[in-house]
């Protein structure tokens, strides 16, 4: 029997657990906002598991959907992988420090402060252990070569410590719930959620087989825009088929190639973490930064609404998809919808890329990584990685979004 059904009705997913049934689909507005897309938007399209896969009961997307918005998961260990590849130029390291640093402003200079030291996550492989109990007990660690950064929030304490330099940054955070506030997204169900946020009548969803990950049976949510003009290709999340946990997800690029973003767990247990996983005391000799209070911990649950505590969007650092990128950019404009959407702003500042003695070698530098381009809306140049484009006109205006650039410059022309 194919473990998908092929009928396009919209109803309430079964579950095995019938207390799980009852719960509220409220606990995430990612998901809950796809449960009401009419059914035309949500192909069901019926699929047989591949030779070895799990054989497991019929689902529907639109059940497998609000599986995932009723998955309620509060006790949870394991290790996720996880590996970033936006096609930048590896120029000696040159992008970690730049990406590292693009979030330098808002950090205190500590090592140990999350808001710079998780931007690593953007870039490269990695690995995390990650652990939680409950919304106010989480704790991410980020495995390095003798070396590991740890993130933990306990309670209203949340504690940043970083082993190779030996430094603790130390916060209050904003009362319970422990939002993933601003870290960039780090678990398959981080990602989950951004994607999920992004459909609507321009994306299709299916169900597209079966897989084991981590140990666990899955399903495989198949999301794709039916846009021409994005560089997403597609995005399959790997759904736990229990408890409906995102376990595994990937991102892959229109253009064809590895993944922008694959991010999965390779060992995940639903046992409660020993208590001392989440106790944290600053070491001997230990350089310790006070951060501001307010500050949020590595929780996986935003707040109903989609912000995080402090009012800004609770996905503002991680990569989109579709327009949710757009919105993502502070003060901007969005043009267009769905996966073609693209965010505009005005910087304020003519002139293009700085140049000559203005700009020195790094105008020489910028423009080296960027390709000229020219349209109705005058001149500029474009920066290119394999997710998200970027249009800086000599006007001192930008256009950026998940787009090719064929179509950042369309719409650059269509705004002016």
Do not use: C
């Amino acid at each position: 029997m194919a473990p998908y059904a092929s009928d396009d009705a919209v109803g309430a997913a079964h579950d095995e657990d019938p207390r799980t049934g009852r719960r509220k689909a409220a606990r995430y507005a990612v998901p809950v906002a796809v449960v009401g897309v009419a059914a035309a938007t949500i192909g069901l399209v019926p699929a047989l598991a591949d030779s070895g896969d799990p054989d497991l009961p019929r689902i529907s997307a639109q059940q497998l959907v609000e599986k995932i918005a009723r998955s309620d998961v509060q006790q949870l260990s394991g290790t996720v992988k996880i590996s970033t590849d936006l096609g930048l130029p590896q120029l000696g390291g040159l992008e970690s420090s730049l990406l590292s640093g693009a979030d330098k402003g808002s950090g205190d200079g500590s090592s140990a402060d999350p808001r710079t030291r998780l931007t690593e996550l953007v870039s490269g492989t990695h690995t995390l252990r990650v652990a939680a109990d409950g919304p106010d007990r989480q704790k991410l660690s980020l495995l390095e070569s003798g070396a590991e950064y740890s993130l933990i929030h306990d309670g209203k304490d949340v504690w940043g410590y970083d082993s190779k330099s030996n430094e603790v940054h130390h916060s209050t955070a904003a009362g319970s719930g422990g939002d993933r506030g601003t870290r960039p997204p780090a678990t398959p169900k981080d990602f989950a959620e951004q994607a999920l946020k992004s459909v609507d009548a321009t994306t299709s969803v299916t169900v597209d087989g079966t897989a084991q990950v981590a140990g666990r049976d899955a399903y495989k949510l198949l999301i794709k825009p039916r846009q021409s003009g994005t560089t997403v290709g597609a995005i399959s999340i790997a759904v736990d088929a229990r408890t409906g946990l995102p376990l595994k997800f990937t991102l892959t690029p229109s253009g064809g190639g590895a993944a922008v973003v694959d991010a999965g767990f390779t060992r995940v247990s639903f046992a409660e973490p020993a208590a001392s996983t989440f106790d944290f005391t600053p070491p001997r000799g230990a350089k310790v930064t006070e951060g501001e209070d307010g500050a949020e911990g590595p929780g996986h649950a935003p707040k109903a609404d989609g912000k995080s505590r402090n009012g800004s969007p609770a996905w503002e650092h991680g990569p989109r998809g579709g327009g949710e990128f757009a919105k993502g950019l502070g003060g901007a404009t969005v043009l267009g919808k769905g996966w073609t959407s693209v965010a505009a702003f005005d910087t304020g500042t003519k002139g293009g890329l700085p140049t000559g003695s203005k700009g020195g070698d790094l105008g020489g530098f910028l423009g080296s990584l960027g390709e000229p381009v020219s349209g109705a809306f005058g001149k500029g140049t474009v920066f290119s990685t394999r997710l998200v484009n970027a249009l800086i006109t000599d006007d001192g205006k930008v256009y950026a979004g998940a787009v090719t650039k064929d179509a950042l410059v369309k719409a650059a022309d269509a705004a002016k």
